[in-house]
């Protein structure tokens, strides 16, 4: 079993900052993708930003330029750095990591419990 724990997040005014992190633990072999993702009310679950185990990084158009990724892969550990934080940025943020449990093997998804972000104008 693999467990995510997630911190960070809260209530700020637009244009300030928050970080997310997110630590993956448990049995598995590697992590090939860490990510976050976002839901809001009555929307879909989106992607926000991915980390390759390379360290290649994809953003959401919306968060280009204000959220970056980063990534400790001796740690097992993801950040989310969201600065200029808008009203839109409000949601729930989601860690989500795709695993392999034994080298080449197949890959399994895990999610985070989820953080609150509320970003008030």
């Known amino acids: 079993q693999v467990q995510l724990v997630q911190s960070g997040g809260g209530l700020v005014q637009v244009g300030g900052s928050l970080r997310l992190s997110c630590a993956a633990s448990?049995?598995?072999?590697?992590?090939?993708?860490m990510g976050w993702y976002r839901q809001s009310p009555g929307k879909q679950r989106e992607l926000v930003a991915g980390?390759?185990?390379?360290?290649?990084?994809n953003y959401a158009d919306s968060v280009k330029g204000r959220f970056t990724i980063s990534r400790d892969s001796s740690k097992n550990s993801a950040s989310l750095q969201m600065n200029s934080l808008l009203p839109e940025d409000t949601a729930v943020y989601y860690c989500?990591?795709?695993?392999?449990?034994?080298?080449?093997?197949?890959?399994?998804?895990?999610w985070g419990q989820g953080t609150q972000v509320t970003v008030s104008s």
């Open positions: 989500k990591v795709d695993v392999r449990k034994v080298p080449g093997g197949y890959k399994y998804g895990y």
């Open positions: 448990g049995s598995f072999s590697s992590i090939d993708v």
């Open positions: 980390i390759t185990s390379g360290g290649s990084t």
